[in-house]
């Protein structure tokens, strides 16, 4: 070596230094990072995506069975049925008490000679030819108001069913109930599935984060000698976090998409039953898009964590020994 | 003209270990200052100090009459941009290039990759590792790793260079041209601090500082005496 003049002759400019730069190459490290250890990547990715699918699935779940219910949702309330051949006067006045509770929305009187007319207009002539009076009761139709609930629809069709010239009383579309029901319960899991396993990518992330940490300890021990800053430090560590929840978020898209192709035939078969018209959400751009910022943002909360605590604990001490 | 001073400088480790009692020194430009002393004495803690990379127990540490021992986080990084640091056993990473070990205080700052090469290859010319560019430290002899290190300290061109033995895989050849390095950079303003404990290689050096029992001397005006002592 021969040092007979300074290395540093002035070339003129001062080196540029930037922060941009910085974070620059701080992203491309993380990269190199995820390059480097391609299996553990997979299957933190592979991990994380696992666990977004499944509340993502399910939140689908319930939304398509809200959408549903919507697309079927006729008014609820009940048809009160009357014994045969009751005098008019006799529905008109049960049809006006119930007019007035105050759940009532609308009472539809359906008459004997109506709900007959009605049957003849049908398809089954010929076995009607054969009947020579209207076997057929007069009826109400009784459609309860929109934010009525279950209860006091029941209550009441109870109280109608006590009526003396009520034959029987059939409430609606139970099913409906039921479905209301399936779709409450799909909600709430769907927000305790979020809960247990937005905390599992979490923990995947720490997990991850710290082997990357820990296979770089010679790195930061030195930099940090050489006077690196903690956030700097930490930087390309933080960013490894983000990238591994925003391909965990790539890949609960694709399962979900994947799930929903393999279901879709027998769902769109159960749609057509009931008219056709309803159209399942699928996959669309917002909720993949929802899904992979939320996998970036916990991905991003597990290394911001495991970073700071790591760098607290000075392990990677300036001392060097 | 720049100088690092120490001003009622005491160190203590946990366990009530005092290792320095009271040190006031001053270091300046233009040549190099030694600090000897046996092994154990407090070389390598007291180069920690100087370069900002541990907080002394007591006192301050003034660099160009500025407190840098009053400094925030911020500020001693920025300060410590500024410090170029050879350490005793190298600290190279092992599984990072030469290149790239030594453009390490580049990239910390944000250099342009086009900068960084400019400045790495000039660096590593100078210690005469050119050759060795893309190769891994593994690869090296200890010699060879130590200039690298160099190389590392020098490359930001620092004006407070603080090096730990940094002679101590050389020949004497080698050391005396390390030195002369070391000079050119005293000569532009650059501090610079080495710590040894080989009595050849500060035989004829102009600024020895001696670190005895907690505290420190100059031995410059001794120098005569403690030649005709040996
Ligand atoms: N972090 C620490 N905690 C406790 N004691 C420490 C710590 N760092 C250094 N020491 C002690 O301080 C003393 C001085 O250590 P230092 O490394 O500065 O010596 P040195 O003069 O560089 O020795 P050598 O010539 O062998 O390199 C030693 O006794 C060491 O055990
Ligand atoms: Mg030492």
Same mark, same amino acid.
């Given at each position: 070596?021969?040092?007979?003049?300074?290395?540093?002759?002035?070339?003129?400019?001062?080196?540029?230094?930037?922060?941009?730069?910085?974070?620059?190459?701080?992203?491309?490290?993380?990269?190199?990072?995820?390059?480097?250890?391609?299996?553990?990547?997979?299957?933190?990715?592979?991990?994380?995506?696992?666990?977004?699918?499944?509340?993502?699935?399910?939140?689908?779940?319930?939304?398509?069975?809200?959408?549903?219910?919507?697309?079927?949702?006729?008014?609820?309330?009940?048809t009160?049925y009357f014994y045969k051949d009751l005098?008019?006067?006799?529905?008109?006045?049960?049809?006006?008490?119930?007019?007035?509770?105050?759940?009532?929305?609308?009472?539809d009187v359906i008459t004997a000679q109506e709900a007959w007319e009605f049957l003849m207009a049908s398809d089954f002539d010929e076995e009607l030819d054969a009947l020579d009076s209207n076997p057929l009761p007069a009826s109400?139709t009784?459609?309860?108001?929109?934010?009525?609930?279950?209860?006091?629809?029941?209550?009441?069709?109870?109280?109608?069913?006590?009526?003396?010239?009520?034959e029987s009383?059939e409430?609606?579309?139970?099913?409906?109930?039921?479905?209301?029901?399936?779709?409450?319960?799909?909600?709430?899991?769907?927000? #305790? *599935?979020?809960?247990?396993?937005?905390?599992? &990518?979490?923990? $995947?992330?720490?997990?991850?984060? !710290? =082997?990357?940490?820990? +296979?770089?300890?010679?790195?930061?021990?030195?930099?940090?000698?050489?006077?690196?800053?903690?956030?700097?430090?930490?930087?390309?560590?933080?960013?490894?976090?983000?990238?591994?929840?925003?391909?965990?978020?790539?890949?609960?898209?694709?399962?979900?998409?994947?799930?929903?192709?393999?279901?879709?035939?027998?769902?769109?078969?159960?749609?057509?039953r009931?008219?056709?018209?309803?159209?399942?959400?699928?996959?669309?751009?917002?909720?993949?898009?929802?899904?992979?910022?939320?996998?970036? #943002? *916990?991905?991003?909360?597990?290394?911001?964590? &495991?970073?700071? $605590?790591?760098?607290?604990?000075? !392990? =990677?001490?300036?001392? +060097?020994? | 003209?720049?100088?690092?001073?120490?001003?009622?400088?005491?160190?203590?480790?946990?366990?009530?270990?005092?290792?320095?009692?009271?040190?006031?020194?001053?270091?300046?430009?233009?040549?190099?200052?030694?600090?000897?002393?046996?092994?154990?004495?407090?070389?390598?803690?007291?180069?920690?100090?100087?370069?900002?990379?541990?907080?002394?127990?007591?006192?301050?540490?003034?660099?160009?009459?500025?407190?840098?021992?009053?400094?925030?986080?911020?500020?001693?990084?920025?300060?410590?941009?500024?410090?170029?640091?050879?350490?005793?056993?190298?600290?190279?990473?092992?599984?990072?290039?030469?290149?790239?070990?030594?453009?390490?205080?580049?990239?910390?700052?944000?250099?342009?990759?086009?900068?960084?090469?400019?400045?790495?290859?000039?660096?590593?010319?100078?210690?005469?590792?050119?050759?060795?560019?893309?190769?891994?430290?593994?690869?090296?002899?200890?010699?060879?790793?130590?200039?690298?290190?160099?190389?590392?300290?020098?490359?930001?061109?620092?004006?407070?260079?603080?090096?730990?033995?940094?002679?101590?895989?050389?020949?004497?050849?080698?050391?005396?041209?390390?030195?002369?390095?070391?000079?050119?950079?005293?000569?532009?303003?650059?501090?610079?601090?080495?710590?040894?404990?080989?009595?050849?290689?500060?035989?004829?050096?102009?600024?020895?500082?001696?670190?005895?029992?907690?505290?420190?001397?100059?031995?410059?005006?001794?120098?005569?005496?403690?030649?005709?002592?040996?």
């Open positions: 070596m021969k040092p007979q003049s300074f290395p540093w002759p002035d070339d003129g400019r001062e080196a540029r230094e930037s922060v941009a730069r910085v974070r620059l190459r701080s992203l491309k490290e993380s990269f190199e990072h995820l390059c480097s250890h391609p299996l553990i990547t997979f299957f933190v990715w592979l991990l994380i995506g696992i666990a977004l699918s499944l509340p993502a699935g399910f939140w689908l779940v319930q939304h398509n069975i809200g959408v549903v219910a919507q697309e079927l949702s006729t008014d609820s309330g009940f009160v005098p008019q006067e006799e529905v008109e006045t049960a049809a006006n008490s119930l007019r007035r509770n105050p759940i009532v929305k609308d009472v109400l009784v459609t309860a108001t929109q934010e009525t609930d279950r209860e006091q629809i029941l209550e009441l069709a109870k109280w109608a069913s006590e009526q003396p010239a009520v009383v409430v609606d579309t139970e099913w409906m109930v039921q479905l209301h029901q399936i779709r409450q319960i799909a909600s709430r899991l769907t927000w #305790i *599935l979020s809960a247990l396993y937005g905390i599992g &990518v979490v923990f $995947v992330s720490v997990a991850a984060v !710290r =082997y990357a940490m820990d +296979s770089r300890f010679e790195e930061l021990r030195v930099i940090s000698l050489l006077g690196a800053s903690n956030r700097s430090m930490r930087r390309p560590f933080v960013y490894c976090g983000v990238l591994y929840g925003f391909g965990g978020g790539v890949v609960a898209t694709c399962i979900v998409v994947l799930s929903l192709m393999i279901i879709e035939q027998p769902l769109q078969g159960l749609a057509n009931y008219g056709g018209s309803i159209q399942f959400l699928a996959m669309d751009y917002l909720f993949s898009f929802i899904l992979i910022v939320v996998g970036s #943002i *916990l991905g991003l909360v597990g290394a911001l964590q &495991v970073t700071v $605590v790591q760098i607290r604990k000075n !392990r =990677y001490s300036n001392r +060097s020994r | 003209m720049s100088s690092v001073a120490l001003k009622s400088v005491g160190m203590d480790f946990p366990g009530g270990f005092e290792l320095f009692k009271n040190l006031n020194a001053r270091f300046d430009d233009k040549a190099i200052n030694f600090v000897v002393g046996r092994s154990g004495v407090g070389k390598t803690t007291l180069l920690q100090i100087i370069a900002g990379l541990l907080p002394p127990s007591r006192g301050k540490v003034f660099v160009n009459d500025i407190n840098v021992t009053g400094f925030n986080r911020s500020e001693m990084l920025r300060y410590r941009k500024y410090v170029g640091v050879v350490t005793q056993n190298s600290s190279l990473v092992l599984d990072r290039s030469v290149y790239e070990n030594v453009a390490m205080p580049l990239r910390i700052t944000g250099m342009s990759g086009q900068d960084i090469r400019h400045r790495v290859g000039a660096s590593l010319r100078v210690v005469g590792m050119s050759d060795a560019s893309n190769l891994l430290p593994t690869r090296l002899s200890s010699g060879e790793r130590q200039r690298v290190s160099i190389a590392r300290a020098i490359v930001h061109r620092p004006k407070l260079l603080v090096a730990d033995e940094p002679t101590g895989n050389f020949d004497r050849e080698l050391a005396l041209e390390v030195l002369g390095l070391f000079d050119l950079f005293a000569e532009r303003d650059t501090v610079v601090v080495v710590a040894t404990h080989d009595p050849n290689l500060v035989s004829h050096a102009e600024r020895v500082f001696e670190l005895e029992n907690g505290t420190i001397e100059s031995l410059s005006r001794k120098q005569s005496s403690m030649e005709s002592a040996e």
